[in-house]
């Protein structure tokens, strides 16, 4: 019996000692998985710190980078801005009269070309209008077609058959007449136009001459030549002929434009006459 008891008590240490080692075992294991995933997550915190270092120093780096190519960058000037720079350089005085001959003669081109748009008609179109309501129904049918229709070759046409009554001599001379008349409208204002033209040139040539006189007044008052006095005095000088070229060269090109719509319509106004005055003629005939 004693024996038995002796094998349990020697079994019971055994386990307890066997526990003892297994929990002893796995706080050891805790400790060691604890240490790694502590230098783990220490490792990664680091790895993160040095990434945004490295990524604050790189911007900083390229923010002066930035800085320094916009400094470098200069700002373009557009043609307005140049264009409005020179003219202030220039001078306020003769500078207005050049701006104001070119605003003066562009309104007038303006004018010009929008009364002579309205002035072109379709004289075949007419013709044969006039001619088809003549045929039918006489003078007075023709004269509300030419009544109806804008434009000197109609009211050259309405004149002519409103003196139909006293003959062909007298419709030629009555369409001679009024076509000098519509002539004289077709070219009013175009002599202002070439006036202007001429104009402009001058008035900077004269404020060129004016800041020469005062750049050597200015080298005679400083008793000594100053290049740059000299050539400020003489860019702005120079700058009133340029604007004064300009508004020529622009008005020049506006009055031939002009011109030659007024030739055109002169051209056509003659053609429509001959033939108007022929349709008047065979109807003379046919109504003899």
């Not at 139909?164 to 136009?193: H, P, Q, R, T």
């Amino acid at each position: 019996m004693k024996k038995a008891l002796s094998l349990l008590a020697i079994v019971a240490l055994s386990l307890g000692t066997v526990n003892a080692y297994a929990q002893e075992d796995m706080s050891a294991t805790e400790e060691v998985a604890e240490t790694a995933a502590t230098e783990t997550m220490d490792s990664a915190d680091a790895a993160v710190d040095s990434a945004a270092a490295t990524t604050d120093s790189a911007a900083t780096e390229e923010a002066p980078a930035e800085e320094a190519a916009v400094e470098e960058a200069p700002a373009e000037k557009g043609f307005t801005q140049i264009l409005k720079e020179k003219f202030i350089e220039g001078g306020a005085f003769f500078m207005s009269f050049v701006l104001l001959a070119l605003v003066l003669g562009l309104a007038l081109v303006i004018e010009r070309i929008i009364y002579l748009t309205f002035a072109q008609t379709n004289t075949e179109k007419l013709l044969e209008e006039v001619e088809g309501a003549l045929n039918n129904g006489g003078v007075e049918a023709a004269k509300e077609v030419c009544r109806n229709t804008r434009g000197p070759v109609a009211t050259i046409f309405f004149e002519g058959l409103d003196h139909y009554d006293e003959g062909l001599d007298m419709v030629d001379k009555s369409i001679m007449s009024v076509g000098s008349v519509e002539n004289g409208k077709l070219e009013k204002g175009v002599s202002w136009i070439s006036l202007f033209i001429a104009l402009a040139p001058m008035l900077g040539f004269m404020g060129t001459v004016i800041g020469m006189i005062g750049a050597f007044d200015a080298i005679e008052a400083a008793g000594d030549i100053n290049p740059s006095l000299v050539a400020g005095g003489i860019k702005v000088a120079l700058l009133t002929t340029v604007f004064g070229l300009i508004t020529a060269i622009i008005l020049q090109i506006f009055y031939n434009l002009i011109v030659a719509m007024i030739d055109g319509i002169v051209i056509k106004m003659e053609d429509a006459s001959i033939s108007f005055m022929d349709m008047l003629v065979e109807y003379n005939k046919k109504n003899a």
